[in-house]
């Protein structure tokens, strides 16, 4: 257990490090900002950075960032577009399900935006729309240029840990 923390504190100082470097971040005005570590295996934790004192290396560790991908890790609930609701689930290996039609497919961040190919035919996208985000879905057949057959509310769930 000693030892999966470490990694996870590890993980957490690399990923500050790399974000520091990537963006010109200012820092959070109420110390509100978190952090979300996510392991190869697909577990994850939050930690609020206002509970941080410090992060401490003991070794460099072989650490690939991909910006703006991380966000979209974990359960959405989304609207059908009809009045329904149902959960899209995104892992870091890059599948996808959900607990509607059909359950499985792929999933990739395109300019910032998640784009999901689902087995069924249909695509969704989820995407920042202003303050909140959104689920666009995509009949089979339609291209993603095209217009939505119908566009939701997108909400991430939090995380528990």
Same mark, same amino acid.
């Given at each position: 257990?000693?030892?999966?923390?470490?990694?996870?504190?590890? !993980?957490?100082?690399?990923? !500050?490090?790399? *974000?520091? =470097? !990537?963006? @010109?971040?200012?820092?959070? =005005?109420?110390?509100?900002?978190?952090?979300?570590?996510?392991?190869? &295996?697909?577990? =994850?934790?939050?930690?609020?950075?206002?509970?941080?004192?410090?992060?401490?290396? &003991?070794?460099?560790? &072989?650490?690939? *960032? *991909?910006?703006?991908?991380?966000?979209?890790?974990?359960?959405?609930?989304?609207?059908?577009?009809?009045?329904?609701?149902?959960?899209?689930?995104?892992?870091?290996?890059?599948? *996808?399900?959900?607990?509607? +039609?059909?359950?499985?497919?792929?999933?990739?961040?395109?300019?910032?935006?998640?784009?999901?190919?689902?087995?069924?035919?249909?695509?969704?996208?989820?995407?920042?729309?202003?303050?909140?985000?959104?689920?666009?879905?995509?009949?089979? +057949?339609?291209?993603?240029?095209?217009?939505?057959?119908?566009? @939701?509310?997108?909400?991430?769930? @939090?995380?528990?840990?």
């Amino acid at each position: 257990m000693q030892n999966s923390s470490k990694i996870v504190w590890t !993980l957490a100082g690399l990923a !500050l490090t790399i *974000a520091a =470097q !990537l963006v @010109a971040v200012s820092p959070p =005005q109420n110390d509100s900002g978190t952090i979300v570590i996510v392991l190869k &295996n697909g577990k =994850q934790q939050s930690f609020n950075l206002s509970e941080v004192a410090r992060i401490e290396f &003991n070794q460099p560790a &072989n650490l690939v *960032a *991909a910006p703006g991908r991380a966000r979209f890790f974990g359960d959405w609930t989304v609207g059908d577009g009809a009045g329904g609701k149902f959960t899209i689930t995104l892992r870091p290996d890059g599948s *996808a399900h959900k607990t509607q +039609g059909g359950s499985s497919g792929t999933w990739t961040v395109v300019n910032g935006d998640a784009q999901i190919s689902w087995d069924d035919g249909w695509h969704d996208v989820i995407r920042k729309a202003g303050s909140k985000f959104e689920k666009a879905a995509y009949a089979p +057949g339609a291209s993603l240029s095209d217009k939505p057959n119908n566009v @939701a509310d997108a909400r991430k769930h @939090a995380e528990v840990n």
